[in-house]
């Protein structure tokens, strides 16, 4: 059951700057051509479905951001974007955020290694929440079936001031 009524509306722009830019994590195809590109999507959410993060509560209107770039070249890639969300009510919080990885394939088309960074700001007393990660990718049909295996240390999880480590080996498949 869907209890959220709120309409959510929302757009995004993408523009290939150089060959032909496909908005994917790992270049999989090993891209004979340098491949770069940007993207900028906005949502309007009338009323947000649930509390995101302790800071954006149910009910609440909301505008969210995004601007992200990729770059893919001979097994090597980039993607990174910042994030904002904004509230149109209530205690108008303003919370930012960011992710970006980089990856190389040392075995074309088949294994990659990894890193990933990630945080997010909060414009109230809320700790701010910071990952950073290395993974080792196994493709074995793409970005269809794939397995992953990642270390990472998150700094102040779950908004608690908590530190943890976190070993993860997830298998994923897309049909």
């Given at each position: 059951i869907?209890?959220?009524?709120?309409?959510?509306?929302?757009?995004?722009?993408?523009?290939?700057?150089l060959?032909?830019?496909?908005?994917?994590?790992?270049?999989?195809?090993?891209?004979?051509?340098?491949n770069?590109?940007?993207?900028?999507?906005?949502?309007?959410?009338?009323?947000?479905?649930?509390?995101?993060?302790?800071?954006?509560?149910?009910?609440?209107?909301?505008?969210?951001?995004?601007?992200?770039?990729?770059?893919?070249?001979e097994?090597?890639?980039?993607?990174?974007?910042g994030?904002?969300?904004?509230?149109?009510?209530?205690?108008?919080?303003?919370?930012?955020?960011?992710?970006?990885?980089?990856g190389?394939?040392?075995?074309?088309?088949?294994?990659?290694?990894?890193?990933?960074?990630?945080?997010?700001?909060?414009?109230?007393?809320?700790?701010?929440?910071?990952?950073?990660?290395?993974?080792?990718?196994?493709?074995?049909?793409?970005?269809?079936?794939?397995?992953?295996?990642?270390?990472?240390?998150?700094?102040?999880?779950?908004?608690?001031?908590l530190?943890?480590?976190?070993?993860?080996t997830?298998?994923?498949?897309?049909?």
């Open positions: 869907n209890r959220n009524r709120g309409l959510m509306t929302g757009a995004r722009f993408e523009y290939p700057i060959g032909t830019y496909v908005n994917s994590e790992s270049d999989t195809d090993h891209s004979p051509e340098q770069l590109g940007v993207g900028l999507a906005y949502a309007y959410n009338e009323s947000v479905g649930s509390t995101q993060s302790g800071t954006v509560g149910a009910g609440i209107k909301a505008s969210h951001l995004t601007f992200d770039t990729g770059y893919k070249y097994g090597w890639s980039f993607q990174g974007a994030m904002l969300t904004r509230t149109m009510e209530g205690a108008k919080l303003t919370n930012w955020g960011y992710n970006a990885q980089i190389k394939f040392l075995v074309p088309k088949k294994f990659e290694v990894a890193t990933r960074a990630s945080g997010t700001v909060f414009s109230n007393a809320t700790a701010n929440q910071y990952e950073y990660a290395g993974a080792l990718n196994y493709f074995i049909s793409g970005h269809g079936i794939k397995l992953q295996t990642d270390y990472g240390i998150l700094l102040n999880n779950r908004g608690l001031n530190n943890d480590h976190r070993i993860r997830q298998m994923q498949v897309i049909f």
